[in-house]
């Protein structure tokens, strides 16, 4: 079963060699699709055919009628894409004038935009591709080069990067906003001339979940602006399924309400042949020989607040506790210990911006043998100390340890991580997500098991649509939305069985 795209796709990408055979991830059709995101070179894309070698069959299957949907879109985009007739329209328009004053074309875009580190980006990516479905939009990705390398392109015979030469960047501080635009229509003043492009402004930062973003009043207007440019740092996706007018189609993609970014995900997001490369030297050197694989991804966003021992104190008591790891005989040194021809192994990827995990995790199972004389390897890819967003490098150790922890049999995670997040998704994983520490006190329990595989949004809608300004629990509304285990006040989406 293949998700990814349908038909030859020509596309364009790094690397070279081509594959057949079932792919990884769900859905149908053979999938060939286009290669490297940065559009250099020729030559297929390696991991859309050989990622079912690496990663186990989803049991999340997609409905017919998702991938009816995606492949509607994907021949939205062949017609609308880069340099097609409808795009040579588009960016003809000035997008500071209303449109009324422009030649018309059938095709609307949404363009997305770059916010904080991969994780939030990729989030958003997933969140804006559904939306854009959903709204009849073609979506085109504004990527730097600390982006272009990572991904192959999704659809097939059209990029879905928006071309350098967009002209329109220039006049970004005199495009309406959507909030602006939304204040001038309360007034319910339908003279008013819409404008062509608008920003649609979704970040945290910016009062987002007060913008009736989640109403069909506001999907109403928006419906009618050709051009939305996004920016956002949330997994807006909840917001989605709010929105009366797309409840029934979502449901019909959707019946397991917590698969959303995993089948949007795995559709999106095929690494490049250098990212490729990377993982499956990694897998085949670490992973291959392993029982078991077990992801630690580790996200410290204040160090002041518990010491590096505490958390690897942590880990290791959630692991033991849900039986991950082995505990540890620390009367019997690890050289003593006998080894047998049946003996287990277990490999730890640890990902983290810090060394001092993996190192003392290593030296751990190094020095002692464990109770069940299982063998633990410990490998930590990198350590960046922080977080470069805009580092090309940086970007791509970060996709390929989100990948290689997407393959893992079972993962733990840190709190509001959304680069845990991408990973537990792709995966189609629950993880055990570790408690806030302080100081040198490990929390009882260590660890909390997910209800879900989908990312938290962080952030949602404070309001109800009346426009009355009152405070709702939206998780009260929809019984397939809860609050999130690691921020309470976010929102996620969890499959509830009837």
């Given at each position: 079963?293949?998700?990814?795209?349908?038909?030859?796709?020509?596309?364009?990408g790094?690397?070279?060699?081509?594959?057949?055979?079932?792919?990884?991830?769900?859905?149908?059709?053979?999938?060939?699709?286009?290669?490297?995101?940065?559009?250099?070179?020729?030559?297929?894309?390696?991991?859309?055919?050989?990622?079912?070698?690496?990663?186990?069959?989803?049991?999340?299957?997609p409905?017919?009628?998702?991938?009816?949907?995606?492949?509607?879109?994907?021949?939205?985009?062949?017609?609308?894409?880069?340099?097609?007739?409808?795009?040579?329209?588009?960016?003809?328009?000035?997008p500071?004038?209303?449109?009324?004053?422009?030649?018309?074309?059938?095709c609307k875009?949404?363009l997305?935009?770059?916010?904080?580190?991969?994780?939030?980006?990729?989030?958003?990516?997933?969140?804006?591709?559904?939306?854009?479905?959903?709204?009849?939009?073609?979506?085109?990705?504004?990527?730097?080069?600390?982006?272009?390398?990572?991904?192959?392109?999704?659809?097939?015979?059209?990029?879905?990067?928006?071309?350098?030469?967009?002209?329109?960047?220039?006049?970004?501080?005199?495009i309406?906003?959507?909030?602006?635009?939304?204040?001038?229509?309360?007034?319910?003043?339908?003279?008013?001339?819409?404008?062509?492009?608008?920003?649609?402004?979704?970040?945290h930062?910016?009062?987002?979940?007060?913008?009736?973003?989640?109403?069909?009043?506001?999907?109403?207007?928006?419906?009618?602006?050709?051009?939305?440019?996004?920016?956002?740092d949330?997994?807006?996706?909840?917001?989605?399924?709010?929105?009366?007018?797309?409840?029934?189609?979502?449901?019909?993609?959707?019946?397991?309400?917590?698969?959303?970014?995993?089948h949007?995900?795995?559709?999106?997001?095929?690494?490049s042949?250098?990212?490729?490369?990377?993982?499956?030297?990694?897998?085949?050197?670490?992973?291959?020989?392993?029982?078991?694989?077990?992801?630690?991804?580790?996200?410290?966003?204040?160090?002041?607040?518990?010491?590096?021992?505490?958390?690897?104190?942590?880990?290791?008591?959630?692991?033991?506790?849900?039986?991950?790891?082995?505990?540890?005989?620390?009367?019997?040194?690890?050289?003593?210990?006998s080894?047998?021809?049946?003996?287990?192994?277990?490999?730890?990827?640890?990902?983290?911006?810090?060394?001092?995990?993996?190192?003392?995790?290593?030296?751990?199972?190094?020095?002692?043998?464990?109770?069940?004389?299982?063998?633990?390897?410990?490998?930590?890819?990198?350590?960046?100390?922080?977080?470069?967003?805009?580092?090309?490098?940086?970007?791509?150790?970060?996709w390929?340890?989100?990948?290689?922890?997407?393959?893992?049999?079972?993962?733990?995670?840190?709190?509001?991580?959304?680069?845990g997040?991408?990973?537990?998704?792709?995966?189609?994983?629950?993880?055990?997500?570790?408690?806030?520490?302080f100081?040198?006190?490990?929390?009882?329990?260590?660890?909390?098991?997910?209800?879900?595989?989908?990312?938290?949004?962080?952030?949602?809608?404070?309001?109800?649509?009346?426009?009355?300004?009152?405070?709702?629990?939206?998780?009260?509304?929809?019984?397939?939305?809860?609050?999130?285990?690691?921020?309470?006040?976010?929102?996620?989406?969890?499959?509830?069985?009837?």
């Amino acid at each position: 079963m293949e998700l990814s795209g349908s038909g030859s796709g020509s596309g364009s990408g790094s690397g070279s060699g081509s594959g057949s055979g079932s792919g990884s991830g769900s859905g149908s059709g053979s999938g060939s699709g286009s290669g490297s995101g940065s559009g250099s070179g020729s030559g297929s894309c390696l991991s859309r055919y050989e990622s079912y070698l690496y990663r186990k069959p989803s049991p999340h299957k997609p409905t017919p009628y998702l991938i009816s949907k995606l492949r509607n879109y994907e021949h939205l985009h062949t017609i609308c894409g880069p340099h097609t007739h409808s795009y040579n329209i588009f960016i003809t328009k000035d997008p500071t004038f209303t449109q009324n004053h422009h030649a018309t074309t059938n095709c609307k875009y949404l363009l997305w935009t770059p916010s904080n580190g991969l994780g939030n980006r990729m989030l958003t990516l997933a969140a804006a591709f559904l939306y854009a479905i959903l709204t009849h939009r073609v979506l085109l990705v504004k990527f730097g080069n600390d982006m272009l390398p990572l991904f192959c392109q999704p659809f097939p015979h059209s990029s879905w990067l928006l071309p350098t030469d967009f002209p329109y960047w220039k006049y970004l501080k005199r495009i309406q906003t959507y909030e602006n635009f939304l204040i001038k229509h309360r007034g319910n003043n339908s003279k008013e001339i819409l404008p062509s492009f608008l920003v649609l402004n979704l970040q945290h930062t910016h009062d987002a979940h007060n913008n009736f973003f989640h109403c069909d009043h506001s999907q109403e207007l928006l419906h009618k602006v050709p051009v939305l440019i996004l920016s956002s740092d949330q997994y807006f996706v909840p917001s989605l399924f709010m929105i009366p007018s797309f409840r029934q189609v979502l449901s019909k993609m959707f019946p397991e309400k917590d698969t959303v970014f995993h089948h949007m995900g795995r559709y999106l997001f095929h690494p490049s042949n250098e990212a490729w490369e990377v993982i499956t030297k990694f897998h085949q050197a670490h992973f291959a020989e392993a029982n078991e694989r077990i992801g630690v991804q580790i996200r410290v966003f204040n160090t002041h607040k518990a010491p590096h021992q505490t958390i690897i104190n942590e880990i290791i008591a959630c692991t033991v506790k849900h039986k991950l790891l082995p505990e540890l005989d620390l009367q019997k040194p690890a050289e003593a210990a006998s080894v047998s021809k049946n003996q287990t192994s277990k490999a730890v990827l640890v990902a983290s911006l810090f060394s001092e995990y993996g190192e003392k995790l290593r030296a751990l199972y190094l020095r002692n043998t464990s109770v069940t004389n299982e063998v633990v390897r410990v490998y930590q890819p990198s350590h960046e100390e922080r977080q470069k967003s805009s580092n090309g490098m940086h970007n791509m150790k970060a996709w390929t340890e989100i990948y290689l922890l997407s393959l893992c049999d079972s993962l733990i995670t840190s709190r509001k991580s959304t680069f845990g997040y991408v990973a537990q998704s792709l995966g189609g994983l629950k993880p055990l997500i570790l408690q806030r520490a302080f100081g040198e006190t490990i929390p009882n329990p260590p660890c909390q098991r997910a209800r879900s595989m989908e990312p938290c949004f962080h952030y949602p809608p404070k309001y109800d649509c009346s426009r009355s300004n009152t405070p709702v629990d939206f998780t009260s509304l929809f019984h397939h939305m809860m609050h999130c285990e690691d921020v309470s006040s976010g929102l996620r989406m969890v499959n509830v069985k009837h």
